[in-house]
């Protein structure tokens, strides 16, 4: 037995007894190990679960209260073009070759797309800072651009199920006609601006240290940037400085290239003009995104 033995070579010991964690790494018996090696990443590419995961979870916590973040802004919308139509739709009063109505419409609903898009993603990441749940959307395997685009979805999707909710309560509105003209600017305005206002909204909640500031940020900014983007009016009627003004105001490209969809008709000006818009609308849309995923990438106020 003595002529069998042999020294102790290093390729004796098994796998488990060279590296505590090989039995987790290498491959024993044709079976994968636990964990892959140290550095390899686990997921490679677009973490789809994850990202799907949190588009549900948002788009479940607004359907939660459905009464307030859907059918709400159908009531109020509507009692909007009602008021504005009594005051001053009188007499047929016709706007861009239509009535009143069906010329306040289309900016209405897309008024209250972009408002119920910038409150959705406004709330998620408030909402976790303050509450203390912010770690349950920085925790799991999710890069900051599946973050935002998860979020930025949920309230996109927001805006377009309550775009359809204002629509039809338009609809029971006497003289109030929604035919399309140009359905490519519908889809296409109403995407912009429920995206700008979406990115607009992360923006503010990663800035926003209480709901107070939030709510400064809607009612100083979003509100009157909304209601003097020609939603009542066309900007004709008004001096030249403050149709200069108008046309520094994004809300008002949305508004009108929105309308446009619908009437056919514009005060952005000619075809060209409203093809310029919508290319500006997305040039604008990739900037405040980029200046978005910085934000995220950085940390501020979130992770310090």
Same mark, same amino acid.
């Given at each position: 037995?003595a002529?069998?033995a042999r020294?102790?070579?290093?390729? &004796?010991q098994s796998?488990?007894?060279?590296?505590? &964690?090989?039995?987790?790494?290498?491959?024993h018996?044709g079976?994968r %190990?636990?964990f892959?090696?140290?550095?390899?990443?686990?997921?490679?590419?677009i973490?789809?679960?994850g990202?799907?995961s949190?588009?549900?979870?948002?788009?479940?916590?607004?359907l939660?209260?459905?009464?307030?973040?859907i059918?709400?802004?159908?009531?109020?919308? $509507?009692?909007? $073009?009602? +008021?504005?139509?009594? @005051?001053?739709?009188?007499g047929?009063r016709?706007?861009l070759?239509?009535?009143?109505?069906?010329?306040?419409?289309?900016?209405?609903?897309? /008024?209250?797309?972009?408002?119920? @898009?910038?409150?959705?993603s406004?709330?998620s990441?408030l909402?976790?800072?303050i509450?203390?749940?912010?770690?349950?959307l920085? /925790?799991?395997p999710l890069?900051?651009?599946?973050?935002?685009?998860? +979020?930025?979805g949920?309230?996109?999707t927001?805006?377009?199920m309550? %775009?359809?909710?204002?629509?039809?309560?338009?609809? =029971?509105y006497?003289?109030? &006609?929604l035919? /399309?003209?140009?359905?490519? @600017?519908v889809v296409?305005?109403?995407? /912009?601006?429920a995206?700008?206002?979406s990115?607009?909204?992360l923006i503010?909640?990663i800035? @926003?240290?209480?709901?107070?500031?939030?709510?400064?940020v809607?009612?100083?900014?979003?509100?009157?940037?909304?209601?003097?983007?020609?939603?009542?009016?066309?900007?004709?009627?008004?001096?030249p400085?403050?149709?200069?003004?108008?046309? =520094?105001?994004?809300?008002f490209y949305? +508004?009108?290239?929105?309308?446009?969809?619908?009437?056919?008709?514009? &005060?952005?000006?000619?075809d060209?003009?409203?093809?310029?818009?919508?290319?500006? =609308?997305?040039?604008?849309n990739?900037? $405040?995104?980029v200046?978005?995923?910085? $934000?995220?990438k950085?940390?501020?106020k979130?992770?310090?």
């Amino acid at each position: 037995m003595a002529d069998q033995a042999r020294p102790f070579q290093p390729e &004796d010991q098994s796998p488990s007894d060279k590296d505590p &964690d090989a039995s987790f790494v290498e491959e024993h018996g044709g079976r994968r %190990g636990r964990f892959p090696p140290r550095g390899q990443p686990v997921i490679q590419g677009i973490n789809r679960i994850g990202l799907w995961s949190l588009y549900i979870k948002e788009i479940r916590r607004f359907l939660k209260v459905q009464t307030q973040t859907i059918w709400a802004p159908a009531v109020t919308t $509507l009692l909007f $073009l009602v +008021i504005f139509s009594v @005051a001053l739709g009188r007499g047929g009063r016709e706007v861009l070759g239509v009535s009143f109505p069906s010329f306040v419409a289309p900016g209405l609903i897309a /008024m209250a797309m972009m408002q119920n @898009a910038f409150a959705n993603s406004s709330f998620s990441l408030l909402a976790g800072k303050i509450q203390g749940t912010i770690i349950d959307l920085l /925790m799991p395997p999710l890069s900051e651009g599946e973050l935002m685009a998860g +979020i930025v979805g949920a309230a996109m999707t927001r805006a377009v199920m309550v %775009g359809f909710v204002v629509a039809a309560a338009m609809l =029971l509105y006497p003289g109030v &006609d929604l035919a /399309m003209e140009h359905p490519w @600017a519908v889809v296409w305005f109403g995407i /912009m601006g429920a995206a700008m206002l979406s990115v607009l909204g992360l923006i503010a909640s990663i800035w @926003a240290e209480k709901f107070d500031h939030n709510a400064a940020v809607s009612n100083f900014v979003i509100a009157p940037l909304a209601m003097l983007s020609g939603t009542f009016y066309i900007i004709d009627r008004l001096a030249p400085a403050f149709q200069a003004v108008s046309r =520094l105001n994004p809300f008002f490209y949305v +508004i009108s290239g929105f309308r446009y969809g619908f009437l056919g008709e514009s &005060d952005i000006g000619s075809d060209a003009a409203v093809a310029w818009a919508a290319f500006g =609308l997305l040039v604008l849309n990739v900037i $405040l995104a980029v200046a978005a995923y910085r $934000l995220l990438k950085s940390g501020w106020k979130i992770k310090s």
